[in-house]
């Protein structure tokens, strides 16, 4: 392991979508069946489940949604494709926490500050931060 911080990056796509708690429905459903290669691009390109215009932004929400799930351990995918929405929106930000680092720190950090001094909304600066 790396231990010097000068070395530390952020390893994930900042800009890889919203929770997208649908399309992972899909994507956890694909991975609890063990897809092949071959299956997971027929499911993604040619069938189009996750119902995208473009091949392009389908082949690049499922890939970053299945960096997202990987992280999980398989129950949490079982929970993600049969759960209720409230549940499945849960298990969405788990799997977006799990992948990217900088959304806890900020979580961490910023939020956990706004919920204790009781704020309404954070302040356009906070985001910037």
């Known amino acids: 392991m790396n231990t010097n911080p000068h070395d530390f990056h952020y390893n994930s796509d900042l800009i890889g979508g919203s929770l997208m708690v649908r399309e992972s429905r899909i994507v956890a459903e694909l991975l609890l069946a ?7 691009k027929a499911a993604i390109l040619d069938e189009n489940r996750l119902q995208k215009a473009r091949p392009a ?3 690049r929400m499922a890939q970053a949604i299945r960096k ?3 992280r ?21 930000f788990c799997a977006a926490l799990a992948r990217n680092l900088l959304l806890v720190e900020f979580l961490e950090t910023v939020v956990a500050d706004a919920f204790v001094t009781q704020a ?3 302040e356009p600066y906070q985001w910037d931060d």
């Not at 063990?34 to 997971?40: F, L, M, S």
Request: negative net charge.
């Open 34 to 40: 063990g897809v092949d290669d071959a299956a997971w």
């Open 120 to 122: 309404e909304r954070l």
């Open 72 to 92: 999980l351990p398989e129950p949490f995918w079982q929970v993600l494709s049969d759960g209720d929405d409230q549940l499945a929106t849960q298990v969405a």
């Open 68 to 70: 997202r799930l990987v």
């Open 57 to 59: 932004t389908a082949r």
